[in-house]
C-alpha cells in the first residue's frame, strides 16, 4: 500500500488520509481470522512473491509460439512479444513464465495506466518483489517518493536494482508495457536488466523505444487451434460456421470469445450472428477502444482508405500518394505500424473485423465512402492494371459508366493486340 497506492491515490502530500490507509490495512492484517484465499486469477511462481496470470479458462495450446519464444529468449536478454489487442500475448508470455518458474526466479509486473504506469511505481514494484524474495539492497528504493530526502537519485536505484538481479538469474516480464508514461522507466528496466545479465520479456499492443530489443510479432490462432477453442467454448457450433467464424476474426482470440458468448445465448441465431460481425456492437466497441481509439487524423483516414480495398496497398505507391490528401502521410504510416493496425505498409491490409466495422461507419457518409473507392478504383487501374477491381470500385463510386469505359478499355486494347498479331505472322 505505501509502495504502490499512497502514491497512485494521490495521498502523498495528505499524511492523515494515508495514515488512515494503512491503518485501516494493519488493523485488518491483525484482526486474525481466516487467512486471505489466493485470487483464482493469478498464480504464485516458485519464491511465492511474483504473482504470473494463470491461463483463462479452455485456453488453447501455441506450441509454435512458445517454441519461438524459447529460441529467442535463450539467446537474447530482451525480446518484446507484439499483436493487436485480444491475440493472446499476456497468455503467451505467462506461459513461457511460469515454464521457466521451475527453474528460475521470475518478477512478474502488470502495467495499470494511471496506477502503476508512472517510472517511478515500476522501480517500486520490481523493487518490491526483489525485496519479498530476500534479495538485500533494495529497501531504499521502497521510500515514499514525496520523501525526496530518502529516495535515492536514478544512477543509485539502478546501482541497486542491478545488483539485486544479479544475485541469481532472474527473468522479468512486463505485461501491457505500452502504458508505460515516458521512456525512462523502460530504459531504466531494460538497462538494469541487461547489466545484471537477466532476462527481459515484455509484451506491447504497440512499438517500443527499447534499443537492443527484439521483436516477436504475434497473430492470431491458426484454423486448428481455433476449431480447439470454438469447440471447447461452443460445442454446438457447426464446423462450417467455426471456420467462417475464425476467418473472420483472423483467429484472435479474444474476438472469438466474444462472438461465441453470444453464440451460446438462448435463441441466438449462430449464422446470422458470424454473417453480422461487421455491425456487431460488442466486437466494434472493443475494436473501438482497444485499437481504433484516438487515432490521428492521416493514420484515420488511412484506416478508413484501406477499409474500402479488397487486396492488400502499397501505401508509399505514387499513383495512391497523389490522390491521397492527408497532410501528414508518412506519420499517418508511422502511427498505423506503432500501433499493429498495419504490419508491412508496402502490403498494407486491415484485420478482417476492424475493416468490416470501418467499413460499416461509412455507410453514415456516403460521399466521403464514393470518394475513397474512386481512389480504390485508379490505383487499381494504373498501378496494378487490375480493370476488373477498378470497374467495381468505379460502380462502388457511384461512376457506373467510368466502370464500363474501363472494361471496354482492355477490350479494345486486347482487340488492337489480336490484329497487330495477326498483321506480324502474315
Not at 387 to 403: D, I, M, N
Request: proline letters at 7%.
Amino acid at each position: 500500500l505505501a509502495a504502490l497506492f499512497v502514491p497512485a491515490l494521490g495521498l502523498a502530500h495528505d499524511p492523515a488520509a494515508a495514515g488512515q490507509l494503512l491503518d485501516l490495512a494493519r488493523r485488518a492484517r491483525e484482526s486474525g481470522g481466516e487467512q486471505a484465499k489466493p485470487h483464482p486469477a493469478i498464480v504464485p511462481d516458485n519464491g511465492g512473491g511474483p504473482r504470473i496470470p494463470a491461463p483463462p479458462a479452455a485456453a488453447v495450446d501455441r506450441p509454435d509460439a512458445l517454441a519461438a519464444l524459447h529460441d529467442l529468449l535463450d539467446t537474447e536478454p530482451m525480446v518484446i512479444v507484439r499483436g493487436l489487442a485480444g491475440t493472446g500475448k499476456t497468455t503467451l508470455a505467462a506461459e513461457y513464465a511460469r515454464g521457466r518458474a521451475a527453474h528460475e526466479t521470475v518478477c512478474w509486473i502488470s502495467v495499470t495506466p494511471g496506477i502503476t504506469s508512472a517510472p517511478e511505481a515500476l522501480v517500486r514494484q520490481l523493487a518490491q518483489q526483489l525485496a519479498d524474495q530476500g534479495r538485500p539492497g533494495v529497501s531504499a528504493l521502497l521510500a515514499d517518493p514525496a520523501d525526496t530526502d530518502r529516495v535515492p537519485p536514478q544512477d543509485r536505484q539502478v546501482e541497486l536494482l542491478g545488483a539485486a538481479l544479479a544475485l541469481q538469474p532472474t527473468l522479468v516480464c512486463l505485461d501491457n508495457a505500452q502504458a508505460l508514461t515516458g521512456a525512462d522507466g523502460l530504459a531504466t528496466l531494460g538497462h538494469v536488466t541487461v547489466l545484471a545479465g537477466s532476462r527481459l520479456l515484455l509484451t506491447s499492443k504497440g512499438s517500443l523505444d527499447l534499443p537492443g530489443a527484439l521483436t516477436y510479432r504475434l497473430g492470431g490462432l491458426d484454423q486448428a487451434q481455433g476449431l480447439a477453442l470454438v469447440g471447447r467454448l461452443d460445442p454446438d457450433m457447426p464446423p462450417d460456421l467455426a471456420a467462417r467464424l475464425i476467418d473472420r476474426t483472423a483467429g484472435n482470440p479474444m474476438l472469438l470469445r466474444l462472438a461465441l458468448g453470444q453464440a451460446r445465448q438462448p435463441g441466438i441465431d449462430r449464422r446470422h450472428l458470424v454473417d453480422s460481425l461487421a455491425t456487431n456492437p460488442e466486437i466494434g466497441d472493443y475494436l473501438l477502444r482497444t485499437t481504433l481509439d484516438q487515432l490521428g487524423p492521416a493514420a484515420e483516414q488511412l484506416v478508413s482508405l484501406l477499409s474500402v480495398f479488397r487486396v492488400p496497398v502499397d501505401l508509399h505507391d505514387e499513383v495512391l500518394a497523389e490522390q491521397i490528401e492527408a497532410a501528414d502521410l508518412l506519420g499517418g504510416i508511422a502511427e498505423l505500424r506503432r500501433r499493429q493496425i498495419v504490419d508491412e505498409p508496402a502490403s498494407a491490409a486491415l484485420h478482417p473485423l476492424v475493416r468490416d466495422q470501418t467499413y460499416a461507419r461509412l455507410v453514415a457518409d456516403l460521399p466521403r465512402r464514393r470518394l475513397l473507392h474512386r481512389i480504390a478504383a485508379v490505383w487499381s487501374e494504373q498501378a496494378r492494371d487490375d480493370v476488373l477491381e477498378a470497374a467495381w470500385h468505379f460502380r462502388r463510386a457511384g461512376e457506373s459508366g467510368h466502370a464500363i469505359e474501363v472494361l471496354a478499355g482492355r477490350v479494345r486494347d486486347r482487340k488492337s493486340t489480336r490484329l497487330n498479331s495477326s498483321h506480324i505472322t502474315i
